[in-house]
Nanobody, 120 residues
Framework: QVQLVESGGGLVQAGGSLRLSCVAS????????MGWYRQAPGKQRELVAS???????NYADSVKGRFTISRDNGMNTVSLQMNSLIPEDTAVYYC??????????????WGQGTQVTVSS
């Protein structure tokens, strides 16, 4: 019932910027945590950044200082501002949302993925 719709991917030159957005719909409750993962060719999927409803943000060491994650629009949207992009950032980026119900159980949903390609 929950759908995550991503936008903002594309092809950019090294040093450029992109802003990814993900809108969650179909849930009565706001996500307990939302984040972005990425998977590059030949690599495992890795956490890029996450942001909970309450608490601190979390960033992969490789993107600290370059990427910024945020939530807005009633906490149903998560965005990833990516600056100073490098070819190593090339990957499929996936939006993730986690929900915590009144019994303390967690459910998880994923977007379809959006391609980010950074040329040298």
């Amino acid at each position: 019932q929950v759908q995550l719709v991503e936008s903002g991917g594309g092809l950019v030159q090294a040093g450029g910027s992109l802003r990814l957005s993900c809108v969650a719909s179909g849930s009565i409750r706001s996500a307990h945590s939302m984040g972005w993962y990425r998977q590059a060719p030949g690599k495992q999927r890795e956490l890029v950044a996450s942001i909970p409803s309450v608490g601190r943000t979390n960033y992969a060491d490789s993107v600290k200082g370059r990427f910024t994650i945020s939530r807005d629009n009633g906490m149903n949207t998560v965005s990833l501002q990516m600056n100073s992009l490098i070819p190593e950032d090339t990957a499929v980026y996936y939006c993730n949302a986690q929900y915590l119900d009144w019994l303390g159980r967690t459910s998880e949903y994923w977007g379809q993925g959006t391609q980010v390609t950074v040329s040298s």
